[in-house]
């Protein structure tokens, strides 16, 4: 019988929570429902369980609208309801105490979580829980005019992502390659000719209705987004001319009419705005004066190019993008300039979100309403499956949503990085919280494309970087003298620390904003990494590595013929040296049409690793030489799995040294 859920499997963590001793509440049978008005989730949770409804039970289950939850953080932020709730699971009754439906919603996707796993008919149990969020607006955002994704996948991440708590599906409709919204009105806007890529793929403003109708059963909140004056290449293409004219002008406000129609549900509507120079006269203006008049509210993104974004303005939330967006005081900011994670590899960068509290702030406030991660795919992949597995999605969201919903986190990410401390408080979290993923990936999560394994049982032993000179080949003291804690080389002592996870940053993405293990990493160094694993028996095991993740939005080259990467980056199994897979892209014009292919460990099979019974060597060498990137990144991934590379190997023990 499989592993069922309990209470330690919990995600995100709640609250406040009292194990009761009584016996759990068993579901798959019949039960009365005393509530006031219907709630679609709580019938469909019974009725996925097997319970049936009966007004004859003595088995109920009780719901009931209060005026506040004793103890919750009170958040406000227009538009998004109070979701605190109480919930209370005997042997007989289960009672669920909250101020809006959405609390009863949220009190019911616990309950989703407390059946999971079980053969047979599951029980839940009993306990006594309150639980809120530290920040109103957990979401995520799909980039899905770049990258149709179909409807029935974003039902799918819809309810998967809910049952987690996530509550804000971010819609971005229009781009560049193409316009996703049908409107009525101007027809060609979504005809195939106007689109540059998946040609003819759109969303048809009955599907968007069920989407947001989809979402609203589940406490989730639309937000739809119109970019304008920027990314609108495909509207030129199809109207014949630029937002930033009167036609274009007066064309917006009637797709601002329909938008505003179709998502009714919607408290705001997003309008973009950045990344193109406002010419038009008050066009900005314009645009927010007619959200208001449809009844609605403004999100605009922050920074905007020569646009101050300010109260004043009329803007009634902003998205904070890139490290120049800062919060506007007076009114409420979205935290995602660390969360595009589409720049993000798979096992550090979820390391970094999970540790970070949402900017500075441990709970939500007048001016900071939460956070959103966010898929963007400037690079074109092969399938919208690509897209989920490569940005990693449901861990990071998962690691997102928990501390939006925990609130804390020691120090923002500008702080503290993404290095996973060894030992401490960070890294018990953390373990924990990956505990608990890998269950649901196990159970709920089963059928999706995870790239994320078990990483915090990896340890590492990481040399200082030698200077070599522009010399990617040049060898130094551990590739000489064995490996040793300390070294001496040209007069210098070089020494070696810790690292812990199957991915290591020597220097983020973003550079010196994001801290590292190396604190100022110098081009034209050679660092080393080795560690010892230790297999009970001798097999054949998966390995996932990585040199140089391969960004979603870059147009980067594919390595060279048997290279892992345009650095220089080696590895040795027992003195045995690894090489890369054939590279599907090696020597192919890069553009961002051009697929994304195998360059990311996360779109190709395991490497197969053969490891002897005992202790196994793995050695790494990592020179870091400017390889003309444009987000110059120096770090490694390495972890040993399945052959399938589905789950990390429980039995390995790594170690930094061994006694033969």
Not at 35 to 49: G, W
Not at 299 to 308: H, K, M, S, Y
Not at 471 to 489: S, V
Request: glycine share 8%; net charge negative; charged share 25%.
């Amino acid at each position: 019988m499989g592993v069922h859920a309990r209470i330690e499997h919990l995600l995100p963590k709640p609250k406040v929570v009292v194990p009761q001793t009584g016996t759990p509440f068993e579901l798959g049978r019949a039960v009365r429902v005393e509530a006031e008005e219907e709630i679609p989730a709580l019938k469909k949770f019974l009725s996925d369980t097997g319970c049936t409804l009966s007004d004859a039970s003595g088995v109920v289950v009780k719901v009931t609208l209060v005026d506040e939850i004793a103890g919750a953080h009170r958040h406000d932020l227009a538009g998004f309801p109070d979701e605190s709730y109480r919930l209370d699971i005997a042997a007989d009754r289960i009672d669920i105490r909250a101020v809006t439906r959405t609390g009863v919603i949220r009190a019911v996707q616990t309950l989703v979580q407390l059946a999971e796993g079980y053969e047979g008919k599951p029980s839940l149990e009993a306990l006594v829980m309150t639980d809120w969020p530290a920040f109103k607006l957990r979401g995520y955002l799909h980039d899905v005019g770049r990258s149709f994704i179909a409807v029935e996948e974003l039902k799918k991440e819809i309810d998967l992502l809910s049952r987690f708590k996530v509550n804000t599906f971010h819609f971005h409709l229009t781009e560049n390659q193409a316009w996703r919204f049908e409107v009525k009105a101007y027809p060609r806007l979504t005809s195939a000719s106007s689109m540059t890529r998946f040609a003819g793929n759109y969303y048809t403003q009955e599907q968007c209705r069920d989407i947001e109708q989809y979402a609203a059963e589940r406490g989730m909140i639309v937000v739809p987004e119109i970019d304008m004056p920027g990314h609108s290449q495909a509207f030129r293409r199809a109207m014949g001319h630029s937002m930033q004219t009167d036609e274009g002008v007066e064309e917006l406000k009637r797709i601002l009419e329909e938008v505003a129609c179709v998502f009714s549900n919607a408290p705001y509507i997003h309008i973009g705005a950045d990344e193109e120079t406002i010419q038009y006269p008050d066009f900005l203006k314009i645009m927010t004066d007619k959200v208001h008049e449809l009844g609605k509210k403004v999100v605009v993104w922050n920074p905007i190019r020569g646009v101050a974004v300010t109260k004043e303005a009329g803007f009634d939330m902003t998205q904070m993008w890139s490290t120049r967006g800062r919060v506007v005081t007076g009114i409420p900011n979205i935290d995602c300039r660390y969360h595009y994670v589409n720049h993000f590899d798979v096992f550090a960068d979820v390391v970094g979100i999970y540790k970070s509290n949402i900017y500075y702030s441990d709970k939500g406030t007048d001016d900071v309403a939460g956070v959103i991660t966010a898929l963007w795919n400037d690079r074109k992949t092969p399938s919208q499956t690509d897209i989920i597995r490569q940005n990693n999605l449901y861990a990071n969201a998962l690691a997102m949503v928990e501390r939006a919903w925990m609130g804390g986190g020691e120090q923002y990410i500008e702080t503290g990085g993404t290095i996973l401390p060894s030992f401490g408080p960070e890294f018990e979290a953390f373990a924990d919280w990956e505990r608990r993923f890998l269950f649901h990936k196990a159970h709920s999560l089963k059928d999706e494309p995870i790239p994320y394994v078990k990483q915090t049982q990896v340890r590492w032993r990481i040399t200082d970087a030698f200077p070599n000179g522009g010399d990617i080949d040049k060898q130094f003291p551990p590739e000489t003298e064995g490996l040793k804690d300390t070294y001496e080389w040209e007069g210098r002592l070089y020494s070696t620390g810790m690292a812990t996870g199957a991915g290591v940053y020597l220097r983020h993405t973003w550079g010196d904003i994001i801290p590292t293990y190396f604190q100022n990493p110098q081009t034209n160094t050679t660092a080393y990494a080795w560690t010892y694993v230790y297999s009970p028996t001798e097999r054949e095991a998966g390995a996932l590595i990585e040199f140089q993740n391969y960004g979603r939005s870059e147009n980067d080259r594919a390595p060279e013929v048997g290279k892992w990467d345009r650095k220089g980056s080696r590895l040795w199994v027992n003195d045995e040296e690894i090489f890369p897979p054939v590279w599907e892209n090696t020597g192919v014009s890069i553009n961002a049409e051009v697929d994304l292919r195998n360059e990311n460990f996360a779109a190709r099979v395991p490497e197969r690793i053969h490891l002897k019974a005992g202790w196994n060597k793995v050695f790494m060498k990592l020179p870091y030489n400017p390889d003309n990137l444009r987000l110059a990144k120096w770090m490694f991934t390495f972890v040993l799995t399945d052959v399938e590379g589905r789950e990390a190997m429980e039995d390995l023990v790594y170690n930094l040294s061994y006694s033969r």
